[in-house]
């Protein structure tokens, strides 16, 4: 999948307005210091987003939600889904009904600790789509673990992996990582990686 201006402008508005914005976005997903969190990370969690669709109440709302959820990746900073948040308030205010607009802000912001509440079908789909990759193949997870390694390079090994596994106990610490019907057939595999890759790292911090 690619990031296209249609595809926008379908939850937006066909405008000037939103070309530029949509350009600001794409530009900002696509710096330099990013290795996972880039535009291709973009493009597989609004695909994901729109296989679970159907399970959304506002999937416009998620949609655009996916768009913002790191369009701000700091990786030096611990605020970025809270900035991505006020980035996505400015950036569509005026192209969106104000009620989905207060939703999107608030679906970004959620994005920071993957979380939702039982009765949060937006919310659910969602971080399910940002969390998809958790269930990848073994190979393709390593990519991802490998990725995050490298937007983290300004840490040495034992500040990384410290936070690292700090991360990875958080997420298998939630109830469950999936909360879509669809999705939760994923949750075993997911735990089977996270699981894997924490004993590695516990295993080269003790060493």
Same mark, same amino acid.
């Given at each position: 999948?690619?990031?296209r201006?249609?595809d926008?402008?379908?939850?937006?508005?066909?405008?000037?307005?939103?070309?530029?914005? /949509?350009?600001?976005?794409?530009?900002? /997903?696509?710096?330099?210091h990013?290795?996972?969190?880039?535009?291709?990370?973009l493009?597989?969690?609004?695909?994901?987003?729109?296989?679970?669709?159907?399970?959304?109440?506002?999937?416009?709302?998620?949609?655009?939600?996916? /768009?913002?959820?790191?369009?701000?990746?700091?990786?030096?900073?611990?605020?970025?889904?809270?900035?991505?948040?006020?980035?996505?308030?400015?950036?569509?205010?005026?192209?969106?009904?104000?009620?989905?607009?207060?939703?999107?802000?608030?679906?970004?912001?959620?994005?920071?600790?993957?979380?939702?509440?039982?009765?949060?079908?937006?919310g659910?789909?969602?971080?399910?789509?940002?969390?998809?990759?958790?269930?990848?193949?073994?190979?393709?997870?390593?990519?991802?673990?490998?990725?995050?390694?490298?937007?983290?390079?300004?840490?040495?090994?034992?500040?990384?992996t410290?936070?690292?596994?700090?991360?990875?106990?958080?997420?298998?610490?939630?109830?469950?990582?999936?909360?879509?019907?669809?999705?939760?057939? /994923?949750?075993?595999?997911?735990?089977?990686n996270?699981?894997?890759?924490?004993?590695?790292?516990?295993?080269?911090?003790?060493?």
């Amino acid at each position: 999948m690619t990031v296209r201006f249609e595809d926008f402008a379908a939850l937006t508005e066909d405008s000037p307005t939103a070309r530029t914005e /949509w350009a600001a976005v794409v530009d900002a /997903w696509g710096e330099e210091h990013r290795r996972y969190h880039d535009l291709a990370h973009l493009a597989a969690v609004l695909g994901v987003a729109g296989q679970l669709a159907g399970h959304a109440t506002d999937p416009v709302a998620v949609a655009l939600a996916a /768009w913002y959820h790191d369009v701000v990746y700091d990786p030096t900073a611990g605020d970025n889904e809270e900035v991505s948040a006020q980035r996505a308030q400015a950036g569509l205010r005026g192209m969106v009904p104000d009620d989905r607009l207060a939703q999107v802000v608030r679906l970004v912001r959620l994005t920071a600790g993957h979380d939702p509440a039982g009765d949060d079908a937006d919310g659910a789909v969602l971080c399910d789509a940002d969390l998809a990759v958790l269930a990848s193949p073994a190979q393709a997870y390593a990519a991802y673990a490998s990725a995050v390694r490298e937007e983290y390079g300004h840490l040495d090994d034992a500040t990384f992996t410290a936070g690292r596994i700090g991360v990875l106990e958080s997420l298998l610490a939630l109830p469950a990582l999936f909360r879509t019907p669809t999705a939760q057939s /994923w949750e075993a595999p997911a735990r089977a990686n996270l699981t894997a890759e924490l004993q590695l790292l516990r295993a080269r911090a003790a060493s």
